[in-house]
């Protein structure tokens, strides 16, 4: 194992100071409880978005706390969900009086603590909560984590639209219902070139030999669909494009393209990567209104990519446009 680390036991800890040392015009963090909290929480009138999850997929999701996005991110150890009273201290922290939502992926711990926060937070405090389930990933109907499909990267679009819509001073409901639409338009499919290893473990969360890779991964290392012999760009492309087409009915509209990298690969390769998308998308007539390249949910050092398409109409375009000011995504500003 080489990694830039000190203690294994340390490294959230320390990388949370290490964002609070390196952005303290946006982010304060919370330290003992682990929270990381958009600078000027609670906006009176605003509803405050808090989601989290564990470690080890940044910028995902401390890195995107800030102006139109997250109010607060609960970061739980490497690929460890967070604990209810992470939830609960950030839930009655960033609540401006307009209540509060739950952006959640679909993992089983997740769900539940989240839930418990929720509840807890109702009964201490009064705020009003709702919370709103991720599950995007086309790949597995269930997996190791989760019951239903897992929550990936339609999670980083959600933050940023209903970043937007909670800027602008919409309602705990109107924010919600627009979560629930995202979700329920978005899809994603990702795959690996090679494992990556959490620090505490050492060692590699499984093993692929030099010639293969694995379609369908998760951003923990979960089992994908199928392990193969590596293949060209265009043929990887269409593995993970052919089957979000094949999920929901995309022609005609006008779509969001993320090609997201997983930790361990180049832009170089991305932007080849997203070329490839692209054509396909165009042959198969949906429209690319707006994209995004880069590393924005990653699973620590893995090479590989997932793609993510979302339908956008008008309004969610103007909300994907709107100004945002956070670590991990930045524009309009």
Aim: glycine share 12%; with cysteine.
């Amino acid at each position: 194992m080489k990694k830039l680390i000190n203690d294994p036991n340390d490294v959230v800890a320390e990388a949370l100071r290490g964002m609070a040392a390196a952005h303290p015009d946006r982010l304060r963090v919370d330290h003992e409880l682990k929270i990381v909290y958009r600078k000027d929480a609670p906006r009176q009138g605003k509803v405050g978005l808090v989601s989290g999850g564990g470690s080890g997929h940044e910028p995902m999701h401390g890195g995107f706390v800030g102006l139109g996005m997250l109010d607060a991110a609960c970061a739980g150890e490497v690929f460890t969900s967070p604990v209810p009273d992470q939830m609960m201290a950030a839930t009655k922290a960033v609540d401006g009086g307009a209540g509060v939502l739950h952006i959640v992926k679909n993992y089983t711990g997740d769900v539940m603590n989240f839930e418990m926060a929720a509840e807890m937070a109702a009964a201490e405090a009064g705020t009003e909560v709702v919370s709103v389930v991720t599950d995007d990933d086309v790949a597995v109907q269930d997996s190791l984590y989760t019951a239903g499909r897992r929550g990936v990267g339609v999670t980083v679009l959600l933050e940023k639209i209903v970043g937007a819509a909670a800027e602008e001073g919409r309602s705990l409901a109107e924010c919600a219902d627009l979560a629930r639409k995202v979700n329920g338009n978005g899809r994603s499919m990702g795959m690996a070139l090679t494992s990556c290893t959490v620090p505490s473990a050492g060692k590699p969360t499984f093993e692929l030999g030099e010639d293969e890779m694995e379609v369908g991964i998760g951003i923990h290392g979960e089992p994908g669909r199928e392990r193969r012999k590596i293949a060209p760009a265009r043929e990887i492309a269409a593995m993970l494009v052919e089957p979000i087409l094949a999920d929901l009915d995309y022609q005609g509209s006008d779509v969001i393209a993320m090609v997201n990298g997983m930790g361990g690969t180049p832009l170089i390769e991305l932007y080849l990567m997203y070329n490839e998308v692209a054509q396909i998308l165009e042959k198969s007539g949906v429209t690319v209104a707006r994209c995004l390249v880069g590393n924005y949910i990653t699973s620590l050092e893995m090479a590989g990519c997932s793609v993510t398409l979302l339908k956008a109409d008008d309004d969610i375009v103007r909300l994907w446009d709107a100004p945002v000011n956070t670590p991990g995504l930045r524009w309009g500003v």
